[in-house]
């Protein structure tokens, strides 16, 4: 490989949420990170180079965002990487992926009105939804030996009940690294069309689908003024979760011009961060090769970790290998421990934080869910703590 993933960097005493924010979510104080989703790998020294660059200017007033590079970078990634044709009137600055999301939701759906989402779900969709009032209306993802799978009639039947007006599709899914077939997205656009359903798309996790199915963007199911948005940025595939770097794709111009006028005139947020504008330049024209070699690594880990599951804990874990994310959906049902035994376990025993299960589920969980974006060194001494986290309780020494 021409890129070194197992270089290991020192992220603790930086204001990294994943070291530094630990004291919010867990009970145990100093804890390996597997939890929150950026990577223990270095945005690659082409992008950092070009933003060096752009220190060197030494000036960052107001940035006009709609520029030919920036639009046609990310033109060419979709071309490139995607096949697919995306217009560059169509593509729009926004300050987050969350806050799109959010303002979708308020857009099409009054309090107490429904919000459909797949289950298991990204933890901050289940907290905006319940956040801003509104219903959260479960689809809730079937479990086969070689995946998950869509529920089509449970799907149909939710997205028809009067008060649901969004869906909020993860295009690939956190946390169970499930990519959507264009079958599936067929289906799903079509169910809503029918119902008066907006759908946003969130696709943060894209670039890493390592199937060979490739990933099937909702912008391909785009007609003018289709109620269809995708939202996606660089802050995933890059590791530039803080820089701001998200956009969103849509031809619905209704919503575009509500969206933008309230930036300017409600929420006072039209400012784009321009570092984050050079980087989709950058990154978009020259990354291909670097975010191929990235999956790999990450492949590569997953299979590290399905082979310690199958060898060493085969009676505790099962884990179904994802065809997308970083992010691995591990569950340990088979154990007969409860969460709060496991996390427990897991924090105090391992000293390793992951993603706490019943924050991504509505029942009760029986899963954690582990990031796998870091050198196989550190992956490595995570399973062992793992195991002996679980070994821990098998023997009643918690
Ligand atoms: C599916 C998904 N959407 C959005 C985000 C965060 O996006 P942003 O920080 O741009 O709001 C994450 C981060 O984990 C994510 O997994």
């Known amino acids: 490989m021409k890129y070194n993933f197992d270089e290991i960097i020192d992220r603790r005493g930086t204001a990294t949420v994943a070291y530094e924010g630990q004291r919010k979510v867990y009970d145990y104080e100093n804890l390996e990170p597997f939890w929150i989703a950026d990577m223990d790998i ?3 020294d082409f992008i950092i180079d070009h933003l060096k660059n752009k220190l060197d200017q030494a000036h960052f007033g107001y940035l006009v965002w709609k520029q030919d590079e920036y639009l046609n970078a990310i033109k060419h990634w979709y071309k490139t990487r995607f096949s697919v044709n995306v217009q560059k009137n169509d593509i729009y600055y926004v300050p987050s992926i969350l806050f799109t999301v959010t303002e979708v939701i308020r857009e099409f759906t009054k309090e107490g009105e429904g919000v459909l989402i797949h289950t298991p779900s990204y933890n901050a969709f289940i907290n905006l939804i319940e956040g801003n009032n509104r219903r959260l209306v479960e689809s809730p993802l079937i479990k086969t030996e070689n995946g998950y799978e869509l529920d089509k009639a449970q799907f149909e039947k939710m997205a028809a009940q009067d008060d649901v007006k969004v869906l909020v599709l993860c295009n690939p899914h956190n946390p169970t690294g499930k990519v959507w077939t264009k079958e599936e997205c067929e289906f799903m656009k079509e169910v809503c069309e029918k119902n008066d359903v907006f759908i946003v798309s969130d696709e943060i996790h894209m670039d890493f689908v390592r199937s060979e199915k490739g990933f099937y963007s909702m912008t391909n199911q785009m007609k003018l003024d289709s109620p269809i948005l995708v939202v996606t940025g660089l802050g995933k595939t890059f590791n530039l979760a803080s820089l701001a770097s998200s956009y969103m794709i849509t031809k619905h111009r209704y919503f575009t011009l509500q969206f933008n006028r309230k930036l300017a005139t409600y929420y006072g947020l039209a400012a784009a961060n321009t570092l984050a504008v050079e980087a ?5 024209t020259q990354a291909g090769d670097w975010v191929d070699q990235l999956n790999q690594h990450i492949e590569r880990n997953m299979d590290i970790l399905d082979d310690f ?5 085969p009676e505790q874990l099962t884990f179904i290998k994802p065809d997308s994310t970083y992010l691995a959906w591990i569950d340990f049902s088979k154990s007969g421990f409860n969460e709060s035994e496991v ?18 589920e509505i029942s009760e969980s029986h899963h954690f869910r582990m990031n796998l974006a870091c050198s196989e060194e550190k992956l490595v001494n995570g399973l062992e703590a793992i195991k002996k986290s679980f070994t821990a309780l098998s023997n009643n020494k918690i």
Request: hydrophobic share 40%.
């Open 42 to 44: 270095k945005t690659p």
């Open 280 to 284: 989709v330049k950058v990154a978009y």
């Open 309 to 313: 599951i199958k060898s060493e804990m």
């Open 343 to 360: 996390q427990k376990a897991l924090q105090s025993v391992g000293k390793i934080a992951t993603g706490i299960g019943n924050s991504f």
